[in-house]
């Protein structure tokens, strides 16, 4: 099936974060999200672009990905219509950019299973209707002030808890947590390739607290010396940063450098990559999770739908829309019994509440095809 553009919107929103989140590259206090907008002859399709407003995560930043969608990849669409598969091949010879060639290729693929009537989580190959959830946690002031904030979430319901370290903050919060909530809690770090090799010596001491995962300890573009990390250490290495595409992860399981695989759709340029990656994973007896990048509803909607592929055996980020925003653009997201529901409408299953939209959208810029 083929569907014809006749134009996008790309939207800018300001949404204020309910309270700061600080990892080891930054403190988040509000998110500039990109929104894609694709208009077709049969309807519209939604995406959320999400790149940060630095680049720190990664190298993409907000306005970069809306100039280069305005200026290379929106043009490079075909006039002609396009299917399901076109977008990807269509903006392959573009380097990099993953973050707005995702958004742009789920809100073709939104608008196109919207049409048929089918929904994302069908589309993708979900097994379950709903998805256990666990919650990041960010570098706090202070132990007691990180203790306080992991007892709300669990009191929440969230099943898995992630804590961010680095340098100065890692083992002391760590111990904190579990002498606390005790050795039943699924609990994992995330560093947020905050540390070197030379550090290996402080990271093993977290085997002590038999954690899930360590998620990606060293720089992004140093597989070698995760490999040689995850030698010295018995808690499982996650790699996130590191794995942009299935060629990465098959490099990453064949080479040793993780036993768990992160799997953010935005980072590995959408979620026809990020389905390759959990397929190329299962087949290898690796767990992958669903990490998250303070998305609202747009955003998690297609997360939690990912999610819910039968690989996906670890809790992954995809926490209720309170756990960010007071208010979320789309019907929110609400925990029950530690798990989110599958949408099971046609396409992402969601969509933005006009009246909320409007009042949080900054800037609104139309590119007719």
């Not at 989140?21 to 929104?35: I, N, Q």
């Not at 190329?280 to 767990?287: D, Q, S, T």
Request: some cysteine.
């Amino acid at each position: 099936m083929k569907t014809k553009i006749s134009g996008i919107e790309l939207r800018r929103i300001a949404m204020p974060l309910v309270a700061p989140f600080r990892t080891s590259f930054g403190v988040e206090t509000s998110r500039d999200v990109l929104l894609v907008r694709v208009v077709t002859s049969d309807g519209e399709g939604w995406a959320e672009c999400a790149a940060m407003s630095e680049p720190r995560y990664c190298s993409e930043y907000v306005d970069g990905a809306q100039d280069v969608l305005r200026k290379f990849l929106i043009p490079a669409l075909p006039k002609d219509g396009l299917d399901l598969h076109t977008v990807g091949r269509v903006l392959q010879p573009f380097t990099g950019h993953h973050m707005a060639k995702s958004a742009l290729e789920t809100a073709v693929l939104d608008a196109q299973l919207r049409s048929a009537g089918e929904s994302f989580g069908s589309y993708l190959g979900a097994s379950r209707d709903r998805v256990p959830c666990g919650v990041s946690v960010g570098i706090m002031d202070s132990v007691p002030e990180l203790l306080d904030a992991v007892a709300g979430y669990l009191a929440e319901g969230y099943v898995r808890i992630k804590l961010k370290i680095e340098p100065g903050w890692d083992v002391e919060p760590v111990r904190a947590v579990r002498e606390r909530f005790g050795d039943d809690l699924l609990l994992q770090v995330d560093a947020n390739a905050a540390y070197t090799l030379a550090d290996a010596r402080q990271l093993a001491k977290l085997d002590d607290f038999d954690l899930l995962l360590i998620e990606q300890p060293l720089p992004n573009d140093d597989m070698a010396q995760h490999v040689e990390l995850a030698k010295l250490l018995r808690t499982p290495v996650c790699l996130d940063e590191s794995i942009e595409s299935a060629a990465d992860a098959a490099a990453a399981i064949s080479l040793g450098a993780c036993s768990v695989i992160n799997i953010k759709p935005a980072r590995v340029g959408g979620y026809l990559e990020a389905r390759r990656i959990h397929d190329l994973a299962r087949a290898h007896g690796i767990p992958v999770w669903c990490g998250g990048m303070l998305e609202t509803g747009i955003g998690r909607a297609a997360n939690v739908a990912l999610a819910a592929l039968p690989g996906f055996t670890l809790p992954g980020d995809t926490s209720g829309s309170r756990r960010y925003f007071a208010t979320d653009i789309t019907e929110p997201f609400v925990l029950a019994d530690g798990h989110l529901q599958v949408p099971t409408g046609p396409g992402l299953g969601v969509e933005p509440l006009p009246d909320v939209l409007n009042e949080v959208t900054t800037s609104s810029e139309w590119i007719a095809l």
